[in-house]
């Protein structure tokens, strides 16, 4: 810690200060920038000599990884004024509040960077990346009979477990999804900026199984965009219907942009290829090398067992050589102490990317990131196997 500096929540006769902070690494809106209780006493500062030198706000939320609920906690807002940059303060904010996470039991950290390179040397790597799919809305199928589309009403509990269904069961293809509280939905759907649309589809039986959350972008004066921000259904008879129900929309907007995680299905259902461009990617960092590993569900092919050397300056409970033992969908990690022989070696960026799914272990060892004794090839399958299974998605902004 930078001489005599703690870390904190804010104080209320520090906000001026903490939202200056703000305004100025985000240029905002002073009169934008209004965080409520709750958020604040998840606010996190740096404290120097009385002075605010780094801040940010935690986000603590469970992530879906798969099937598999695994506590983390999310990163937002982290800013250092520019008189106090270089200094390290941002580096031990974050140093401390991963302290605090894994005291917490959070076996994660999630992240949108302002710089994939900064965050990398702290330990974060690429959790999965977006795409902006564009294509005419008249290219969709038409609507499936039978199905009926219900508008969300978001002061509506039912309507609220209604998605959260759909999401819950959707999200679980993919890692690093959130799991969602009502004040979670009731944000989603309540943009200050954007005025957005929520629509529920029914299954002829009267289940919900699909839904989408949309805003409408005028790029001319005769040219509007509707731009979907979410798009979930739980099987591919509910996707078509809910894509029948956006063609519907022709009236409205000439073209229709979806916000997807890659592999979707939908990057595969027109002959002619649509405009995608990449947006930004999410990072994850592995908060607890033990915690985070033991927490997933495997494949449960056969048995292995490896010893796993991490290299994690900034979490030195991470620091050291772990024994990884496979046995059916489970694992266990056991430290070991002294100097053992090694099978793989990695820094705790790389050991974030393999779990995120998103770097494949192949690609790490080219890149001299994973290093390897014995039969590589037996262990990169094994690693391909265990956490290459899913693309990762993001949903939640913070």
């Known amino acids: 810690m930078p001489g005599n500096g703690v870390i ?36 996190r500062v740096l404290a120097v000599e009385g002075d605010l030198v780094a801040v940010l706000f935690l986000l603590r939320r469970d992530t879906w990884m798969g099937p598999d609920r695994v506590p983390q906690v999310g990163l937002g807002g982290v800013a250092t004024p520019a008189e106090h940059r270089r200094r390290g303060y941002c580096r031990a904010l974050l140093g401390g509040v991963l302290e605090e996470a894994r005291a917490s039991g959070d076996a994660l950290s999630l992240l949108w960077p302002f710089s994939h390179a900064f965050y990398r040397k702290l330990g974060w790597e690429v959790g999965g990346r977006a795409l902006e799919v564009t294509l005419p809305l008249a290219s969709l199928p038409g609507r499936s009979s039978g199905w009926s589309a219900c508008p969300v009403d978001p002061d509506s509990e039912a309507h609220l477990a209604e998605l959260d269904a759909v999401y819950s069961r959707s999200v679980q293809e993919y890692n690093g999804c959130l799991v969602r509280e009502p004040r979670d939905w009731k944000r989603k759907l309540s943009r200050k900026h954007e005025r957005r649309f929520a629509y529920l589809l029914r299954r002829p039986g009267g ?42 929309h022709d009236s409205q907007a000439r073209e229709i942009q979806f916000y997807l995680p890659e592999q979707h299905p939908l990057l595969y259902s027109w002959p002619d290829r649509p405009q995608v461009t990449y947006r930004d990617a999410f990072m994850l960092r592995v908060v607890d090398v033990k915690r985070a590993l033991e927490g997933l569900t495997y494949p449960g092919e056969g048995e292995m067992a490896l010893n796993w050397r991490v290299e994690d300056p900034l979490c030195p409970w991470n620091h050291g050589t772990f024994r990884v033992t496979w046995s059916g969908p489970r694992c266990t990690l056991e430290r070991l102490d002294g100097s053992p022989q090694a099978d793989l070696a990695c820094d705790i960026a790389t050991l974030s990317g393999i779990y995120a799914g998103h770097l494949p272990a192949g690609a790490a060892r080219v890149l001299g990131r994973l290093r390897l004794d014995g039969d590589e090839g037996a262990r990169l399958s094994w690693l391909r196997r265990a956490f290459g299974r899913r693309p990762g998605h993001l949903l939640d902004f913070f």
């Open 8 to 43: 904190r929540r804010v104080l209320p006769d520090e906000m001026p200060r903490f939202t200056s902070i703000h305004v100025q690494a985000w240029n905002m809106d002073p009169g934008s920038f209004n965080p409520d209780e709750a958020e604040l006493e998840d606010s």
């Open 207 to 248: 289940g919900a199984a699909a839904y989408a959350v949309y805003a409408f972008k005028d790029l001319d004066h005769f040219h509007r965009r509707m731009d979907v921000r979410e798009l979930l259904a739980l099987d591919g008879e509910a996707h078509k219907a809910l894509l029948g129900f956006l063609r519907d």
